[in-house]
Antibody, heavy 122, light 108 residues
């Protein structure tokens, strides 16, 4: 069965960086795009960006350009998302999610990771 | 910047029909997706490409599109449908994704 398993919760100080991993299984990693979505407590969903695991091509939300980097390691079917220069505004649950197979930026997603809580606090 | 607009809340009684709208200027040109999210859980895809329903989603969930508005319809609402619902699409260039602000469905 398709699974996306994310790394554990993180606590970071303002100005630091955080890297979240998303280990996939149950499907061909390079055939489906990966999106990252975050959600602050009590708030809505925020689209962060998209990656084609086959080519490594990425598209980032304009709001996060310059602070977010999405990468992958195809040998271990794992995607990564790193956010730098953290502020309290980045405190949120971060999700990775598998695309529907259309390889379209901002296309829908069907399987989600369990979420990773990132807390930014001094 | 481009936005998708949803009503903050919709309330219906069990067995009635709930309609949740999502409006955006680029919706005539970009596919829309709908997600259901219950407290403490990851979202679940309920409608993709405006009107398509994943096989595991109950038939009472349907999607439609008309111009700049897409609509999620839940027929014969059940108590278990109480959740937050989000639409998702892309801007006119298709290179920036975004979500609507979300709609809280309350089953009275």
């Amino acid at each position: 069965q398709v699974q996306l398993v994310q790394s554990g919760a993180e606590v970071k100080k303002p100005g630091a960086s955080v890297k979240v991993s998303c280990k996939t299984s149950g499907y061909t990693f390079t055939s489906y795009d990966i999106s990252w979505v975050r959600q602050a407590t009590g708030q809505g969903l925020e689209w962060m960006g998209w990656m084609n695991p086959n080519s490594g091509n990425t598209v980032y939300a304009q709001k996060l350009q310059g602070r977010v980097t999405m990468t992958r390691n195809t040998s271990i079917n794992t995607a990564y998302m790193e956010v730098s220069s953290l502020t309290s505004e980045d405190t949120a649950v971060y999700y990775c999610a598998r695309g529907l197979g259309f390889l379209a930026v901002a296309g829908g997603v069907d399987y989600w990771g369990q979420g990773t809580l990132v807390t930014v606090s001094s | 910047s481009y936005e998708l607009t949803q009503p903050p809340s919709v309330s219906v009684s069990p067995g009635q029909t709930a309609r949740i709208t999502c409006s955006g200027d680029a919706l005539p040109h970009q596919d829309a997706y709908w997600y259901q999210q219950k407290p403490g859980q990851a979202p679940v895809l309920v409608i993709y490409k405006d009107t398509e329903r994943p096989s595991e989603i109950p038939e009472r969930f349907s999607g439609s599109s008309s111009g700049t508005i897409v609509t999620l319809t839940i027929s014969g609402v059940q108590a278990e449908d109480e959740a937050d619902y989000y639409c998702q699409s892309a801007d006119s260039t298709g290179t920036q994704g975004l979500f609507g602000g979300g709609t809280k469905l309350t089953v009275l």
